[in-house]
């Protein structure tokens, strides 16, 4: 099996996973989004392991998946602090960093 | 037979990642991921990768998702609003997106990379990725990365609960954009 | 020894600057005044320990160069803290400590009223220390030196009534037009050196006329950049407005400063520079025809002007001008010899002057002068002899002096003829405006200040006021206010007027022709390289032209006598029929407007063109531009900053697509 | 040694910030008293055919070949002294009258001097950079913080023909003309180690890449580089676009050091820089450069006899005299050379008193505007007098040292053409012109209403007088400075010669 087809799907869980980011206005639907982009880069870190033979990439992957992980559980946390707050769960409306 | 696999692995996952995003309800997205995170998982195990297809099935969709799915429910369903503060971004974004798959599809299939075009080399190990293969690489090549990463987790764990924690409230300590809504 | 004795001529009047300056609080104000008068004494007396010590040496080595320190030294360009003593510094030196120890003591008694006699008695002071500097230096830095220091002084002197406006004004003309003559020194010491190699008097002098040919353009240059200063500093055409003006001093001022010392230093100059400007003579000629056309254009409006001091810091012009033209034409003795007479016999006339001012409560005004003969006799006396020593009369001292140089231009003959009818001319105006201030003021039924003076014994009260502009002045500052009761009575002034009218009566018996030649054989040691050095007219010459100058000056006293006693009404007369020519002399010959249109008018255009289109329009432009950019490039950036998560998102994405799109073309 | 006289200022400033608030002036001017103590000492020390002394020399940065590279020649020896005489009346004056957060303000006025410091003595092209970069930072803080808001109705202290002034837009300006400036000047000094070593070990040392030099061809766009920032930082006449504004916006104190100081930086870098350093460049530009200088010299006494607020009369009278000073060192002639080194002490030492007595004057009058002022001088001689000394210095009237720096700046200009100096020579009259109406205009003519005409305090004459008195101590004996720096100045305008030859 070429390692070409899995790299094409990675890059298209990528774009899915970005276009959900862009369009989306949830943030915990953005978080699930960027858990696909970064499924789609654990993708071809693999398929390049697989093709190198080496498993190294593996690694690359869990330690991915930890931080993966790190992410969801503070980007959760900061939902559910909006959500006490009473703040609106909408990226849009949180723009106090504007410069 | 691999590519029957594949293909059909393929379509589950993208169709997980399509319904991720389209899908309203974000609990119906979270379920979607699920959906998708198996499928991702059978590719994995195409890609021998068994340790990793576990992981990911244990980890994510059994530990992560039910986080997701707590805080899904725990805030409830809610729709979008019809405003959006910047409608170009829907369109400028995909439109970006997919020239992004372009040029990386460009890229893997065109010529690019044309010298990687393989299917590796056939002589794999055994044992490869197995979790005794992989345990020993990150108990011996990268044991930094591995203990920085678990302090990462550790400062999350504790970043979670201070975002997340009860406090006591103040009402006059609320950011403006609180009242605002 | 001299070179001791003149370094103390120096540290005397210094001392009594600063002791005035430092201890006004303590000191009373009669000691400051005796201590002002006692460093000039000093000094004046350490000039006559200097001038008998330069005597016993040797007829040839009558110089001496003296230094304390190097002041500077760059690249082989040194200078010298140092002085330099021959018969013409020691002459100039004795000449103005002389007339200043007088002027001291007339001050003691004048600005007695005054509320700043410490300010006054330490500027003084300090202002003969910088003359002294000028006459004493040892080479052109230190000349220099001395230069800008009497302009400063000057300065300091003129707007000493400082809230006065005019006199600040005129204080502010006075230094400028200074610092431009002294801008033309600087150019001339560094051409001296630039050609020379040093800048010392003695090495400047030697090696001249080795390295120049006569009237090389490089010559002519260094001596026209010299006679800029001197212009400026004697108050020659094109550069004489300020003098007039600076008759806002005190009158003690404008006698010390405006007659007898510093209005000569140009004069002093060129004598001391003889050898180059003998190796110049083109520029020698042109300062001798800058002095005829001032002595001729001042003498014109000294005719015409009526404010008492105005008209005789016209004639001091005029007689500058004499000198110049004496210098010029290389009569340097007689140039010298005037320059002492019109010291005692100017300073005469503006103590006299100044003693009809105050009595006059400082009205200056002539035409409201009247009948001031038998109020104050001593003064009527006084001005008559000055008068009449400033108008050549018979036996005084400006007859010996002035026609000495009317003779010598005679005597050197061709176009130097025309000097000669030129200054003969000029010597009977001078006896016209002479006489034209006696006859105005002395005679005729008495004004009322002059009445009131001679009924109660001192002065009339008069309001203070400004005699430029008749306003109200602010006495704090010290204007003679209504205490201002001297004139006649007070000792000091009595005692200077009286041994300058000795002076003025009989100062030119010491250079009759035939008889006693002393300043010419004083003077010998410097001036016996001069290529004119034996070049005088014979005694029977001399006479000759002492007889013709006895002539003008005669028939200029008696015109003055037809025109301002016998028939008064002529005056008026002419002035209706050459109404034009009247109008040109009263207003200075439009001196001060010509300034004004070529240099004044343009420089304040330039400025109001630098500051209100240069500076608003190109640099704040610019500046606007920079800060215009540098604000928009920060608006645009900031617009990408919405706060909008989603935005970056897009921004990222771009970046990366940029990245990617990068290394696929460079792959290709 | 030079360390410390470089560390010194700061470490003070960081003490201030640990001792009680009423402390911290007394600390500060206790450390410029420290400073200046150690100056003398290597003045001591100081051999004036020695050549560089003092020579510390530690390896920063071994990849880049950047070292921590002091040194001290005849030169730089005697702004050391007058930045460290500089500070010290000016941190006085401010400590007599109390400062809003006196630490804070004494930290930056000593972290000033200590950038200062160090740019005149680094020896090391990038620590040069860094120092020279790291003065505005201080003196944006102290005009920043410290400054106020000028012009405007609301404001009585200004006429209202001068247009609106805000600390904001006044710090804006200058940072930004000097930071263009300071990064050109990143660059170049960057190509110039670059260049010089040619593939060789790279060095920063100014020495070294005077001795391997630099080709013609990278000389001439580097000496821009350079010139651009030392033109700002003067300023001259056509980048000064950013100095009324901040004169006029800035404390008096911080701008009294920071004009008699800061701007010397940019004449110092061109004799310490840019002449050995581009020789070739230096002679291709004489001319601009020259034009550059004289048209400040014309164009700041323009402005001076025009403005009407004493700041900006001082500022632009600074523009014309750094134009001389620019115009000497141009003139490639040792008299020139030298008579720009001695000016750049003279004068820093005039402008430091200057601008206290402006802030004296406004004081008394409640603004340093010219034009409602006048008559001080009745009851206040002493504080009359020390003015027109300061003024009479300012408008270098022979017998002051400043007369000698402009006489020689005017020779070694005659060396190069006549019309230079005969130019150059128009701003010695306006000078006349600008500094004598300063004085008049406060202190004599009527007093107007209002005015507070009151003689000097005897602790303010503290300050001032030792400044005058060594204004006058120079008057006697410029020789002092002369002899000290005509070994190094001879060897900074040789190189140039040598080319030119």
Same mark, same amino acid.
């Given at each position: 099996m070429n390692i070409e087809w899995f790299l094409v799907l990675s890059a298209l869980l990528f774009t899915v996973g970005l276009i959900g980011v862009i369009v989306r206005r949830n943030p915990v639907v953005i978080l699930l989004c960027l858990e696909l982009m970064l499924s789609a880069g654990a993708l071809a870190l693999l398929a390049f392991s697989r093709m190198l033979g080496n498993q190294d990439g593996q690694v690359f992957v869990l330690i991915v998946l930890v931080v993966a992980a790190c992410e969801v559980v503070v980007g959760l946390g900061l939902v559910v602090a909006m959500y006490r707050r009473r703040l609106p769960l909408d990226v849009d409306e949180m723009k106090e960093l504007k410069g | 037979m691999e590519q029957i696999a594949f293909f059909c692995g393929a379509i589950g996952a993208l169709g997980g990642a399509i319904a991720v995003v389209a899908l309203k309800n974000p609990f119906y997205s979270v379920l979607a991921l699920v959906i998708h995170l198996v499928f991702l998982a059978g590719i994995f195990l195409l890609l021998m990768a068994q340790f990793l297809a576990a992981a990911l099935i244990v980890v994510y969709a059994g530990a992560v998702m039910v986080l997701y799915v707590?805080?899904?429910?725990?805030?409830?369903?809610?729709?979008?609003?019809?405003?959006?503060?910047s409608p170009e971004l829907k369109l400028i974004g995909p439109i970006a997106a997919i020239a992004l798959f372009v040029a990386i599809s460009i890229a893997i299939v065109g010529s690019g990379l044309s010298a990687l075009s393989t299917t590796g080399p056939d002589d794999i190990p055994a044992g490869f990725g197995t979790p005794e293969a992989v345990g020993h690489l990150m108990m011996e090549d990268f044991l930094i990365a591995f203990e920085a990463a678990s302090i990462l987790l550790l400062l999350a764990a504790v970043a979670a609960i201070v975002l997340a924690g009860r406090r006591r409230e103040d009402p006059n300590k609320l950011p403006k954009g609180g009242e605002s809504s | 020894m001299t070179a001791t004795w003149a370094w103390l001529v120096l540290l005397f009047p210094l001392l009594g600057s600063m002791t005035i300056g430092l201890t006004f609080r303590v000191l009373p104000e009669r000691t400051a005044g005796l201590v002002g008068i006692a460093a000039i004494v000093a000094a004046f007396v350490c000039g006559i320990l200097a001038l008998i010590g330069l005597q016993g040496e040797p007829h040839e080595s009558r110089h001496v160069a003296s230094s304390l320190w190097e002041y500077a030294s760059v690249g082989g360009f040194t200078i010298d803290l140092g002085i330099y003593v021959d018969p013409l510094s020691i002459f100039m030196v004795l000449v103005v400590t002389g007339v200043s120890s007088l002027i001291h003591i007339y001050s003691y008694s004048y600005m007695k009223s005054d509320q700043g006699y410490h300010r006054f008695f330490s500027y003084l002071n300090f202002f003969v220390f910088s003359m002294l500097v000028l006459v004493l230096a040892g080479n052109f830095i230190m000349l220099i030196v001395g230069w800008a220091l009497v302009g400063f002084a000057s300065y300091a002197l003129i707007s000493y009534w400082y809230r006065r406006n005019t006199a600040t004004k005129a204080g502010m003309k006075a230094f400028v037009i200074n610092v431009v003559g002294d801008i033309g020194l600087y150019i001339a010491a560094i051409l001296i050196f630039k050609n020379l190699g040093s800048v010392d008097y003695t090495a400047v002098f030697e090696k001249a006329p080795e390295v120049f040919s006569v009237n090389e353009w490089e010559i002519v240059a260094i001596c026209l950049c010299l006679l800029v200063g001197a212009f400026a500093k004697s108050a020659q055409m094109p550069f004489?407005?300020?003098?007039?003006?600076?008759? +806002?001093?005190?009158?003690?001022? $404008?006698?010390?400063?405006?007659a007898a010392t510093m209005v000569t230093a140009g004069v002093y100059l060129i004598a001391r520079c003889f050898p180059l400007f003998e190796l110049a003579p083109t520029a020698a000629d042109i300062a001798a025809w800058v002095?005829?056309?001032?002595?001729?254009?001042?003498?014109?409006?000294?005719?015409?002007?009526?404010?008492?001091?105005?008209?005789?810091?016209? $004639?001091?012009m005029s007689q500058i001008g004499y000198m110049f033209v004496a210098v010029g034409i290389g009569g340097y003795s007689a140039g010298m010899f005037h320059l002492m007479t019109h010291a005692f016999f100017k300073a005469l006339l503006f103590m006299a002057a100044g003693s009809i001012i105050s009595a006059m409560a400082n009205m200056q005004d002539i035409d409201k002068m009247k009948g001031f003969r038998k109020a104050m006799p001593f003064t009527a006396a006084m001005l008559i002899i000055g008068a009449l020593a400033l108008s050549g009369f018979p036996g005084t001292s400006g007859w010996f002096s002035k026609d000495e140089i009317i003779d010598f231009a005679h005597f050197r003959g061709g176009m130097y003829d025309w000097m000669w009818i030129g200054m003969l001319i000029g010597a009977f105006m001078t006896a016209i405006y002479s006489f034209r201030i006696i006859f105005r003021i002395l005679p005729g039924p008495a004004c009322k200040e002059a009445e009131y003076l001679e009924q109660h014994g001192h002065v009339i009260h008069g309001e203070p006021k400004n005699p430029a502009t008749g306003q109200l002045e602010d006495t704090e500052v010290g204007y003679p206010g209504e205490e201002h009761h001297i004139a006649e009575q007070a000792g000091g002034m009595k005692f200077a007027m009286g041994v300058l009218g000795v002076l003025a009566l009989i100062g030119g018996l010491v250079q009759i022709p035939g008889v006693s030649e002393v300043i010419t054989h004083f003077l010998e040691p410097t001036f016996e390289d001069s290529i004119y050095a034996g070049m005088h007219p014979s005694v029977s010459q001399a006479w000759t032209g002492l007889a013709e100058g006895a002539l003008i000056s005669i028939a200029g006293i008696a015109t003055a006598w037809l025109l301002y006693i016998k028939r008064p009404d002529l005056p008026a007369r002419f002035r209706s029929r050459f109404s034009a020519v009247y109008t040109l002399c009263v207003n200075k010959w439009y001196g001060d407007q010509v300034i004004d249109f070529l240099i004044v008018n343009p420089v304040?255009?330039?400025?109001?063109?630098?500051?209100?289109?240069? +500076?608003?329009?190109?640099?704040?432009?610019?500046?606007a531009g920079v800060a215009g950019i540098t604000r928009s490039a920060g608006a645009a950036v900031r617009d990408m900053q919405s706060g909008l998560l989603r935005g970056y998102a897009v921004l990222m994405l771009f970046g990366i697509l940029a990245i990617v799109v990068y290394f696929l073309i460079r792959s290709i | 040694m030079l360390s410390s006289i470089i560390w010194t200022p700061l470490l003070f400033g960081l003490i201030g910030l640990l001792v009680p608030k009423r402390f911290a002036a007394w600390v500060a001017a206790f450390g410029a008293v420290i400073t200046l103590g150690l100056a003398i000492g290597v003045l001591a020390g100081f051999d004036p055919d020695g050549g560089m002394q003092y020579v510390t020399d530690v390896t920063w940065i071994p990849g880049l070949g950047v070292d921590y590279s002091l040194g001290i020649d005849g030169v730089s020896i005697f702004l050391v002294l007058l930045t460290t005489v500089a500070w010290i009346p000016a941190i006085c004056f401010s400590a007599m009258r109390g400062t809003e957060r006196p630490a804070l303000y004494y930290l930056m006025l000593l972290a000033g001097e200590t950038a200062t410091l160090g740019a005149f003595l680094a020896q090391d092209l990038l620590l040069f950079v860094l120092f020279f970069d790291l003065m505005i930072v201080p003196f944006y803080f102290l005009f920043g913080i410290w400054g106020r808001d000028r012009g405007g109705e609301n404001d009585p202290e200004d006429s209202p023909g001068n247009g609106v002034v805000t600390v904001q837009s006044a710090t804006l300006k200058m940072i930004v003309f000097t930071l263009i400036g300071s990064l050109l000047m990143l660059v170049g000094a960057i190509a110039a180690a670059v260049i010089s070593a040619d593939g060789g070990e790279l060095t920063f040392s100014m020495q070294t890449i005077i001795a391997r030099g630099l080709p013609d061809g990278s000389q001439n766009w580097i000496f821009w580089f350079f010139a651009a920032a030392f033109l700002v930082k003067m300023p001259?006449?056509?980048?000064?676009?950013?100095?009324?504004?901040? /004169?006029?916006?800035?404390?008096?104190?911080?701008?009294?050091?920071?004009?008699?100081? &800061?701007?010397?930086? %940019?004449? /110092? %870098?061109? &004799?310490?820089?840019? &002449?050995?350093?581009?020789?070739?460049?230096?002679?291709?530009?004489?001319?601009?450069m020259l034009v550059l200088a004289v048209a400040s010299i014309l164009y700041g006494s323009a402005m001076a006899f025009t403005k009407t607020d004493l700041r900006l009369v001082l500022g632009f009278s600074s523009v014309a005299q750094l134009g001389f000073i620019t115009a000497g060192i141009f003139a490639f002639d040792v008299t020139g050379a030298e008579g720009a080194v001695l000016q750049m002490v003279n004068h820093g030492l005039v402008v430091v008193p200057a601008f206290l007595i402006v802030a004296m004057i406004a004081e008394r009058t409640g603004s340093t505007e010219l034009g409602p002022m006048g008559g001080l001088a009745k009851k206040a001689p002493v504080f009359a007098v020390i003015f027109l000394i300061v003024s009479m210095a300012t408008l270098a009237i022979p017998a002051s040292a400043n007369f000698i720096g402009e006489f020689y700046i005017l020779n070694g200009l005659f060396q190069v053409d006549a019309a230079w100096a005969i130019v150059a020579s128009i701003g010695v009259a306006l000078a006349a012109f600008y500094a004598l109406r300063m004085y008049q205009l406060t202190m004599h003519n009527p007093l107007p209403e209002g005015a507070d005409s009151r003689e000097i305090s005897l602790r303010d004459a503290l300050v001032l007088i030792p400044m005058v008195g060594i204004i006058v101590v120079l008057a006697f004996c410029p020789q002092l400075i002369i002899h000290g720096s005509e070994p190094a100045v001879d060897s900074a305008v040789a190189v140039v010669r040598e080319v030119a030859r």
């Open positions: - | 707590f805080v899904a429910a725990y805030v409830g369903g809610i729709e979008e609003p019809r405003w959006d503060s | 004489h407005t300020w003098l007039a003006d600076a008759m +806002e001093g005190p009158t003690p001022v $404008s006698s010390l400063i405006h002095g005829l056309a001032t002595l001729l254009i001042a003498g014109t409006i000294a005719i015409a002007v009526t404010d008492l001091k105005r008209i005789i810091a016209y $004639s001091t304040k255009a330039f400025g109001r063109f630098c500051n209100g289109v240069f +500076e608003r329009g190109v640099i704040n432009g610019a500046t | 001259a006449f056509p980048l000064h676009g950013w100095m009324p504004d901040s /004169y006029r916006a800035a404390p008096l104190p911080a701008l009294a050091v920071f004009s008699a100081v &800061l701007s010397k930086v %940019g004449a /110092y %870098g061109f &004799l310490r820089v840019v &002449l050995p350093m581009m020789p070739d460049a230096a002679d291709l530009f004489q001319t601009t």
